[in-house]
């Protein structure tokens, strides 16, 4: 036998003493199978983040909106007026965006009650856009009577965040069915807005957020802004947790974030892309069918003029003038605009100021306390304001500026 074959003939009885070890495990005494050895837990790691420039040189506009906030939440009634049957869809505070398709659908189902397939809508902000789309969808002939369209009414002076229970309703007045109907309100339009999601121009998308704190246990110090003398009672803000509608927040290790504070937390939020949100909303409405017209409305009396029998009465703070309704209580809230940084893809929140960055600019805003604006009808701009605002988030990024 040569060299060769005797190779070759101990390479296959190896191969065939592997089989029969493996044949005949049980008459050996079995090894203790080496631990897994998992991969360790990867650490939540804060990207690179891009440093806000905050100045006030670079602020390019002031805005002021007027929220309509009312103790019982939204007015979603039906009432006779001047021989039409008018369902209201108003009076939704500061959470117009958050809730407008989940009350747009109570609003629908209102007015195409007795099989009406004509109807007007009054007012073309996002409650009133949302409203004439859904009724659009169901087979309603549908148009939009408003004196302003979309980009000058007071939706497009919002913050432009999911905020389904900002200054919505008093929990101390709201009847007992309000939370189930909030509850409503606020998934489905959560749902509706989910499926904007990754159409070109972001008119929604999904950003990182950031709170900050100065002390382990607290905000810090309050800062010191222009005082609005107005006299208001107390209110305790309605406001609900909506489980399995985002991703849980999660407090950061002082080596998980760049910024300067004692305590910081972090999640992810959904953002309004208000300026895209009413173009392409006024668009879907009129390639699908519907119409909108000029219309000046100075009493309820002159919706005889409409030829509708259904109007739906989507006219937010107007609501308090046009039919004299004193339960809307203005809730004021400004945005000092800086000019826009496409690098900044985050928001924080820092002492009561606000800071979320849009395509049409960086939003700084503040928002607290709680009662901050309310019962306010000052609608005029107020720099003091935005400088203090602009001023306040500053020192989070002079170690970025040095």
Same mark, same amino acid.
């Given at each position: ?23 005949? &495990? ?11 050895? !998992? ?5 939540f790691v804060v990207?690179? =983040? ?21 103790? /019982? ?23 117009? %965006?958050? =809730? ?12 195409? *009650? ?12 996002? @409650? ?6 859904? !009724? ?25 965040? %999911? ?29 509706? %807005? *989910?499926? =904007? ?8 998308? %999904?950003?990182?957020?950031?709170? !900050? ?9 309050p800062v010191a ?98 039919? *004299?309704d004193d339960s ?57 304001? /935005?400088?203090?605002? @602009? &001023?306040?988030? /500053? ?8």
């Open positions: 036998m040569t060299t060769a074959d005797l190779r070759s003939r101990r390479a296959v009885l190896a191969g065939i003493g592997g089989l029969g070890a493996l044949g005949l &495990a049980g008459c050996e005494t079995p090894r203790a199978a080496a631990p897994l050895a !998992l991969p360790p837990r990867p650490r990207p690179p =983040l891009a440093p806000l420039k905050m100045r006030a040189d670079r602020i390019t506009r002031i805005t002021v909106c007027l929220r309509p906030f009312r103790d /019982a939440g939204p007015r979603l009634d039906v009432e006779q007026v001047a021989g039409k049957r008018v369902v209201h869809n108003y009076g939704h505070g500061g959470s117009g %965006w958050s =809730l407008s398709w989940g009350s747009a659908r109570i609003a629908a189902a209102k007015a195409l *009650q007795g099989g009406t397939r004509e109807v007007a809508v009054i007012g073309c902000g996002v @409650i009133g856009l949302t409203s004439a789309l859904t !009724l659009l969808r169901a087979g309603a002939k549908v148009t939009i009577y408003a004196a302003d369209r979309a980009p000058y009414t007071r939706s497009a002076r919002a913050t432009g965040t %999911w905020s389904p229970d900002s200054r919505i309703a008093n929990a101390d007045k709201v009847d007992g069915a309000f939370p189930a109907l909030y509850d409503q309100m606020a998934r489905a339009s959560y749902a509706a %807005w *989910q499926t =904007l999601l990754g159409l070109p121009g972001d008119p929604v998308a %999904w950003t990182d957020r950031y709170t !900050l704190f100065d002390a382990p246990d607290a905000g810090g110090p802004f222009p005082e609005r003398p107005v006299s208001v009672p107390r209110v305790n803000f309605f406001e609900a947790d909506l489980p399995g509608t985002a991703p849980p927040w999660r407090s950061l290790e002082p080596s998980e974030h760049p910024f300067p504070v004692a305590r910081a937390r972090h999640g992810v939020s959904m953002q309004f892309n208000v300026a895209e949100l009413a173009h392409l909303l006024t668009s879907d409405f009129l390639v699908e069918g519907g119409r909108i017209e000029t219309m000046t409305f100075n009493t309820p009396a002159d919706l005889a003029r409409l030829a509708q029998p259904v109007v739906v009465n989507c006219t937010g703070y107007g609501a308090r003038a046009l039919w *004299q809307v209580t203005p809730v004021r809230g400004q945005i000092a605009w800086l000019a826009p940084q496409p690098e900044v893809s985050y928001g924080l929140y820092y002492r009561h100021v606000n800071v979320l960055p849009r395509p049409d600019g960086i939003v700084v805003q503040y928002g607290g306390p709680a009662m901050w604006g309310y019962g306010s009808e000052d609608e005029t701009p107020d720099r003091a304001e /935005a400088e203090a605002a @602009i &001023a306040t988030v /500053a020192p989070l990024f002079e170690t970025a500026r040095a």
